[in-house]
């Protein structure tokens, strides 16, 4: 299995600036596919922004231009840097990584436990 931490989130005023961070940790695996979404109160789930083995960048329209995806794969880490942050940014985010063994063709995918941002007005 692999075992994701995430940090960074906090509160901060619109206008500011956080930047996430995730570590994935475990034996035996390769990380394919990177990925931040976030969940608002009564709302759900959306993906924020990916970035595959490649480097290639995606991010939804709301976030394009403000928001920065980018991963170390030395330290299997991927990074969200959030700049301009928006009170409609407000929400918990999530960490999800695409990965598999060496080995074998399986793909599987593991969750961050989750970190609030929180943008005032």
């Known amino acids: 299995q692999v075992h994701l931490v995430e940090s960074g989130g906090g509160l901060v005023q619109a206008g500011g600036s956080l930047r996430l961070s995730c570590v994935a940790s475990?034996?035996?695996?390769?990380?394919?596919?990177m990925a931040w979404y976030r969940q608002a109160a009564g709302k759900e789930r959306e993906l924020v922004a990916a970035?595959?083995?490649?480097?290639?960048?995606s991010y939804v329209d709301s976030v394009k231009g403000r928001f920065t995806v980018s991963r170390d794969i030395a330290k299997n880490t991927v990074y969200l840097q959030m700049n301009s942050l928006k009170p409609e940014d407000t929400a918990v985010y999530y960490c999800?990584?695409?990965?598999?063994?060496?080995?074998?063709?399986?793909?599987?995918?593991?969750w961050g436990q989750g970190t609030q941002v929180t943008v005032s007005s």
């Open positions: 475990g034996s035996d695996f390769r990380i394919n596919a």
């Open positions: 999800n990584v695409d990965w598999s063994r060496p080995y074998s063709p399986l793909n599987f995918k593991s």
């Open positions: 970035i595959s083995t490649r480097g290639t960048t």
